[in-house]
């Protein structure tokens, strides 16, 4: 008997000992709505232990509900998140060794706050749908970064049509997005090089180029209604999609469209311009299969431009005494270059004598019987006095 009394004692030993540790810990559940009754699912409810810096975080299912066990007393700051944005908090939230309940509802709560600030019931409404409305904004972004992320991986691994169709998935959710439109016609592009059929081809430069243009019609069109957001690096990114849209162009054969869209990218962002005037006359060099002098002229125009913001440009220097030699002509059996032939080629291999042109710029300056320098790129020694 005496040991049936031990055995006994020693298992309500045990439950006492395990009902102390279940007891040592609390539970928190709630259910969070927004601004119209309907429930934030996907949203994380942060709850910040005051007392020794402890966090704890509970994402909300499809209902907005959240609940869960082994929260350890103390005072906690209740945060609700959404999208890595605080939308509401509570202080001094005290846990114990119970289940403690803290919904959020956010109607309910600006409905409190307004009445606190002495806001009418219009500006309340005002404010109830400015919250929403960023509620919604945020939503949307995260949404069209997954669709952005997930048309970068396709494009990576080269399905630019995929990459394309993610894109359009996107642009049906919001169509006023203009980097949206700028990532479709980058992505076309892509595709276009795939592409067998000449006439296929033709028509995704075309779109790629339309893509570009609504990029750059939306962002003017910010500007113009949000003067304060025309910042400099805003203004680059339209830039860029001017850069973009001459490309796209030139590749569709409409050189006056592409002209126009690398030097107003040259304009906007002036910094840049060296760039975007090589880009031009690159173009234009490479797009003149038939010698058209016109077209030469308008190409060394634009090296001119480049080398007048950086000087330093070793590949303007080459391409524009690549297009003046087309204009040399022959007398006496020699050959007689447009003026400032020779130096463009000699400029070059000043500053990149062993370039990936520098062969070919020697050859030119022997064919017009100048002196090639060939102590480029060593240190000259001064002359005796």
Not at 23 to 31: E, F, R, Y
Not at 109 to 120: C, V
Request: aromatic content about 8%; hydrophobic content about 40%.
């Amino acid at each position: 008997m005496k040991r049936l009394v031990a055995v006994l004692a020693f298992i309500s030993v045990m439950a006492l000992s395990t009902m102390t540790v279940a007891q040592s810990t609390g539970s928190v559940k709630g259910t969070c709505k927004d601004q119209s009754g309907n429930p934030i699912a996907g949203a994380v409810v942060q709850w910040s232990n005051t007392d020794n810096g402890r966090n704890y975080e509970f994402k909300t299912n499809k209902n907005g509900e959240y609940f869960s066990l082994g929260v350890s007393p103390g005072n906690y700051t209740v945060t609700l998140k959404q999208n890595g944005k605080e939308l509401f908090h509570f202080t001094g939230v005290h846990v114990a060794l119970d289940e403690v309940t803290q919904d959020f509802d956010l109607k309910k709560e600006m409905t409190n706050s307004a009445q606190a600030q002495g806001m009418t019931p219009e500006q309340l409404k005002a404010a109830q749908e400015q919250q929403a409305k960023a509620i919604q904004e945020n939503m949307t972004i995260k949404t069209l970064n997954e669709k952005l992320a997930a048309a970068k991986q396709s494009a990576d691994a080269g399905d630019f049509d995929a990459a394309a169709k993610t894109i359009n998935d996107g642009i049906q959710v919001d169509p006023n997005r203009d980097l949206l439109w700028a990532k479709l016609g980058e992505y076309t592009l892509g595709g276009a090089a795939k592409q067998s059929d000449a006439a296929a081809k033709v028509k995704a430069y075309n779109d790629a180029a339309t893509d570009y243009q609504k990029a750059i019609d939306l962002r003017e069109k910010l500007f113009q209604a949000e003067p304060a957001k025309k910042t400099p690096d805003a203004t680059k990114v339209l830039a860029q999609f001017y850069n973009n849209l001459g490309k796209a162009a030139s590749l569709a054969g409409k050189t006056d469209d592409m002209t126009k869209a690398y030097t107003q990218a040259a304009q906007l962002d002036p910094a840049n311009a060296g760039m975007y005037y090589f880009n031009l006359g690159a173009t234009l060099t490479n797009l003149n299969t038939k010698g058209d002098a016109t077209m030469r002229d308008a190409a060394v125009a634009a090296f001119d431009k480049a080398l007048a913001v950086d000087p330093t440009r070793a590949d303007a220097y080459y391409w524009k005494g690549t297009n003046l030699i087309q204009a040399a002509t022959l007398q006496d059996n020699k050959m007689v270059a447009p003026n400032g032939t020779a130096e463009a080629f000699q400029k070059y291999l000043e500053l990149q004598p062993t370039g990936p042109h520098a062969e070919e710029a020697k050859a030119m300056l022997t064919s017009l019987g100048a002196t090639v320098e060939t102590s480029y790129g060593t240190t000259k020694k001064k002359p005796k006095k």
